[in-house]
């Protein structure tokens, strides 16, 4: 059974740092993609950041330059440290990992989430 476990969610001051973790079991880790998203009461689910199997990341937008995504394949962990945080970063942050096989289907999982909260 496969089970991704987020921690590290908190309140912080605007400005403050959080760094989220999440802990994956059940699956063979190094050759997923993983991915933060977050979401808000009311809007949909949208990517923060992702790393490949490779190690190629990308961010969304309203994050580049204040977050960064790291994975460690021996300890099935990926990470995400947030830096100059502010009250739009609020949100319940979410864990995900996707794998494409050689005919096309996709196995994806997502985690619980963790909160984070930025006061102004």
């Known amino acids: 059974q496969v089970q991704l476990v987020e921690s590290g969610g908190g309140l912080v001051h605007t400005g403050g740092s959080l760094r989220l973790s999440c802990a994956a079991s059940?699956?063979?880790?190094?050759?997923?993609?993983l991915a933060w998203y977050r979401q808000t009461p009311g809007k949909e689910r949208e990517l923060v950041a992702a790393?490949?199997?490779?190690?190629?990341?990308n961010y969304a937008d309203p994050v580049k330059g204040r977050f960064t995504i790291s994975r460690g394949d021996a300890e099935n962990t990926v990470n995400l440290q947030m830096n100059s945080l502010k009250p739009e970063d609020t949100a319940v942050y979410y864990c995900?990992?996707?794998?494409?096989?050689?005919?096309?289907?996709?196995?994806?999982?997502w985690g619980k989430g963790t909160l984070v909260t930025v006061s102004s």
């Open positions: 790393i490949t199997s490779g190690g190629k990341t």
């Open positions: 059940g699956l063979i880790f190094s050759i997923y993609q």
């Open positions: 995900h990992a996707e794998h494409y096989d050689h005919v096309g289907d996709r196995a994806y999982y």
